[in-house]
């Protein structure tokens, strides 16, 4: 969502986050995991960044309420992923938005030699494969200029989650990910992930085969084509949900 509003802001739109604006005439968009529309917008649009129902969010006592399944008629529904598309959009309303930096997060020339494990939403299972490799964790991640040099030294990162933005940024440095599916929290098969996903299995083996290889160049040329379509989407996105159309 932070992405989306800095890219309505670099069309000159008015945005806000986490706001109600001051007017009659004000357009609000919920992730999938809202119910109804507590800004009281007199249009609503819903961008799903997940499967809806998957994801919720909790109360004042900590509870977890999953997220809505349906929306009202009235709402724009915009999908982020095909694989995310349980209401058969078409395709104005797919906007993948790539986010990473691709300044940092390139492969450079030097010696690969370290394996590295991330985990992110899956779940932790033992393997002796993966006994004391590194592991990519949130405070690793948070300087992204390290994590950017730190995989520019790996071969391979085992990932348990699949899809996720850290196997697009391991493969724009040059990393292979061999993505282990008994970790996963939410199951895709192979197939749905090579037809729908966006960013595509350039460099991801499936399993522990390790067999899958990563063209670099190919793969970062794909994800600067998802940064032009999303620029061109967006043009259509205002349109739309400035009343222009459906």
Same mark, same amino acid.
């Given at each position: 969502?932070? *992405?989306?509003?800095?890219?309505?802001?670099?069309?000159?739109? @008015?945005?806000?986050?986490?706001? $109600?604006y #001051?007017?009659?005439?004000?357009?609000?968009?919920?992730?999938?995991?809202?119910?109804?529309?507590?800004?009281?917008?007199n249009?609503?649009v819903?961008?799903?960044?997940n499967?809806?129902?998957?994801?919720?969010?909790?109360?004042?006592? !900590?509870?977890?309420?999953p997220?809505?399944?349906?929306f009202?008629?009235?709402?724009?529904?915009?999908v982020?992923?095909?694989?995310y598309d349980?209401?058969?959009?078409?395709?104005?309303?797919l906007?993948?938005?790539?986010?990473?930096?691709?300044?940092?997060?390139?492969?450079?020339?030097?010696r690969?030699k370290?394996?590295?494990?991330?985990v992110?939403?899956?779940?932790?299972?033992?393997?002796?494969?993966?006994? *004391?490799?590194?592991?990519?964790?949130?405070?690793?991640?948070l300087d992204?200029?390290a994590l950017?040099?730190?995989l520019? $030294?790996?071969?391979?990162?085992?990932s348990?989650?699949?899809?996720t933005a850290?196997n697009?940024?391991?493969?724009?440095?040059?990393?292979?990910?061999?993505f282990?599916?008994?970790g996963?929290t @939410?199951?895709y098969?192979?197939?749905?992930l #090579?037809?729908?996903y966006?960013?595509g299995?350039?460099g @991801? +083996?499936? !399993?522990?085969? #390790?067999?899958?290889p990563?063209d670099?160049?190919?793969?970062?040329?794909h994800? @600067?084509d998802?940064?032009?379509?999303? +620029?061109?989407?967006?043009?259509r996105f205002?349109?739309?949900?400035? *009343?222009?159309g459906r």
């Amino acid at each position: 969502m932070w *992405g989306l509003y800095g890219w309505l802001l670099s069309r000159g739109q @008015i945005a806000y986050v986490n706001a $109600t604006y #001051e007017n009659d005439n004000f357009v609000a968009i919920y992730p999938e995991i809202y119910h109804g529309n507590p800004t009281g917008a007199n249009t609503v649009v819903r961008y799903i960044l997940n499967k809806p129902g998957v994801m919720g969010t909790p109360d004042q006592n !900590g509870v977890f309420t999953p997220g809505p399944t349906s929306f009202s008629p009235d709402d724009h529904i915009f999908v982020f992923s095909k694989i995310y598309d349980t209401f058969g959009v078409d395709d104005d309303h797919l906007m993948f938005l790539p986010i990473l930096n691709l300044h940092l997060f390139k492969a450079k020339k030097g010696r690969r030699k370290n394996r590295c494990v991330f985990v992110g939403k899956g779940k932790d299972i033992p393997l002796k494969e993966i006994r *004391g490799l590194t592991r990519i964790t949130r405070e690793l991640s948070l300087d992204q200029g390290a994590l950017a040099d730190y995989l520019n $030294t790996c071969e391979i990162m085992y990932s348990f989650e699949n899809p996720t933005a850290m196997n697009e940024i391991a493969r724009l440095c040059g990393c292979r990910v061999v993505f282990i599916p008994e970790g996963a929290t @939410i199951s895709y098969s192979k197939e749905e992930l #090579e037809k729908n996903y966006e960013p595509g299995m350039n460099g @991801i +083996s499936w !399993g522990l085969k #390790e067999d899958v290889p990563l063209d670099v160049d190919k793969f970062r040329e794909h994800y @600067i084509d998802m940064v032009t379509e999303f +620029s061109r989407k967006l043009d259509r996105f205002i349109e739309i949900t400035q *009343g222009g159309g459906r």
